[in-house]
């Protein structure tokens, strides 16, 4: 019960009336296939050039959205590029599911999860656990991406809660300057074995 009660106060915990699916991926669209579409160090055309994404560019994150304007990771550090160039993906956030691409990480201690065939795979410096994903829950507010994930294995249960990380309050990783739109928290309930929790950040990787 104490673990129920706990994912549901970090849902309780969340922004309302977002109304943006962030983050989320996007294709580059309408720039010419012998030109780039520029990565801005601020959301304004006049902002200097940090970066360039190439004019067929796939499943780009975006982790949020200001004046028109998306924030972006390249080169392990964020910058902006005009939405007007960019096209959402409606496939990313589906009802009772996370997206494929989802990856998360955290220090202190240092660890890692993915999604393989569906199920998840939680690394460490010391070793890597296959865990059988059993659930998806969904915020039940419905206007963020925030939701649950429910996997275990013969040593025990874990519950990964994902929320946003809404701009500029971004989630950081401590080692570099990317922008993560989403932070996770991990729950783990063993066996015979004292719970723990673990905080990253995730994103979402082509």
Request: aromatic residues 6%.
């Amino acid at each position: 019960m104490r673990l129920v009660a706990l994912i549901l106060s970090l849902f309780a915990a969340l922004p309302a009336g977002a109304q943006t699916m962030l983050p989320t991926l996007f294709d580059v669209t309408g720039v010419a296939a012998n030109d780039r579409l520029n990565v801005r160090a601020m959301p304004d055309a006049s902002s200097s050039i940090l970066s360039e994404l190439a004019p067929d560019a796939k499943g780009v994150e975006v982790v949020a959205v200001r004046s028109g304007w998306g924030l972006v990771n390249t080169h392990e550090r964020s910058g902006w590029v005009n939405m007007r160039y960019l096209k959402e993906r409606a496939d990313v956030w589906q009802a009772g599911q996370v997206p494929a691409t989802l990856n998360c990480l955290g220090t202190e201690p240092f660890w890692s999860l993915r999604q393989v065939g569906g199920n998840l795979v939680h690394e460490t410096p010391e070793a890597s656990r296959l865990l059988q994903r059993r659930a998806v829950v969904d915020n039940p507010s419905q206007h963020s991406p925030a939701r649950s994930i429910v996997a275990g294995d013969e040593g025990g249960r874990l519950t990964v809660v994902l929320h946003p990380a809404p701009y500029p309050a971004q989630c950081s990783d401590g080692m570099s300057d990317r922008a993560f739109g989403l932070s996770a928290t991990l729950l783990f309930e063993g066996a015979g074995q004292a719970s723990r929790m673990e905080n990253g950040c995730c994103r979402l990787t082509q």
